[in-house]
């Protein structure tokens, strides 16, 4: 931080506050780094959450992540709990409705959420949730008080639905963890926000496109995951941003209810018209 000039006659003026931007105008407010005070850091951290505009949902989810993180290494089964398991969410769809009352095939729609806050422990650094939680901060305080925290937290939970629709329809053997399904359909959803402001796209779509030939040729990285996020992502910036309008609310609600629909459906037919098809 650069020290404030000092006068001996006189303080310096203060320096205005810039005014508060409204979200439809679709531009996010500068943000000025500090460096952490160790003996303030709690009172820093309410501070953080407390003022206008700050990433509240951004903030709450790297926690959320973090925590489950720390649960992932104390409980060694909590990672299968949450992982994204296709046949234990799609599975009763090919026994039949009755089977899910009887327990004897697992029903678990929670997964469709919860695989995207718990990430692979396999390394001694946590370079898996690392990656995605310094991808989630810088896009998250940049989106976040762009188009407010709902519409935000619309957004990454339509995002990790999403990717786990890819992966359910094109990857239903193999278990999926983290967040990238999300961060894809953040990274779609300001491609498509920006294009409309008729702002600059192209290191954006550089870095999209950068991000997703990579997971291509890795190992161990759902690609399918990485699909379902951009393609849900990009369909959510699409009714964000023409919905921006506070008349538009209503609309906004109806593309939301109708795009959750359709990916219901998804859901319920992929077992019967893919996976017998596709797997026998």
Do not use: K
């Amino acid at each position: 931080m650069t020290p404030r000039a000092r006068s001996s006659t006189r303080s310096p003026p203060c320096r205005p506050r810039a005014p508060t931007v409204p979200w439809t105008t679709w531009s996010s407010p500068a943000s000025t780094s500090r460096r952490p005070d160790v003996a303030a850091l709690a009172q820093r951290v309410r501070r953080a959450f407390a003022r206008p505009g700050a990433p509240v949902v951004s903030y709450t989810l790297i926690i959320l992540c973090v925590a489950a993180y720390l649960l992932q290494l104390a409980w060694p089964g909590f990672t299968a709990l949450m992982e994204l398991d296709s046949v234990a969410i799609g599975g009763v769809f090919l026994s039949g409705p009755a089977a899910a009352f009887s327990g004897l095939v697992p029903f678990e729609p929670w997964r469709i959420l919860t695989y995207g806050f718990v990430h692979s422990t396999a390394s001694l650094i946590p370079w898996h949730l690392l990656l995605n939680m310094y991808t989630l901060w810088i896009f998250g305080v940049m989106l976040e008080p762009m188009i407010g925290r709902g519409r935000f937290l619309t957004l990454y939970l339509f995002g990790l639905v999403g990717g786990a629709l890819g992966a359910y329809i094109l990857a239903p053997g193999y278990a999926v963890v983290g967040a990238s399904g999300a961060l894809f359909a953040m990274m779609a959803a300001l491609l498509i926000i920006q294009r409309s402001m008729g702002g600059q796209t192209t290191q954006l779509l550089v870095l999209v496109a950068i991000n997703f030939i990579y997971g291509l040729f890795a190992g161990g990285v759902s690609w399918q995951t990485h699909l379902g996020g951009l393609v849900t992502g990009a369909l959510v910036g699409l009714i964000l941003a023409e919905t921006r309008r506070s008349r538009d609310r209503r609309a906004m609600i109806g593309y939301f209810v109708l795009l959750g629909a359709v990916m219901a459906v998804l859901f319920w037919i992929t077992p019967q018209v893919v996976w017998v098809r596709a797997f026998g």
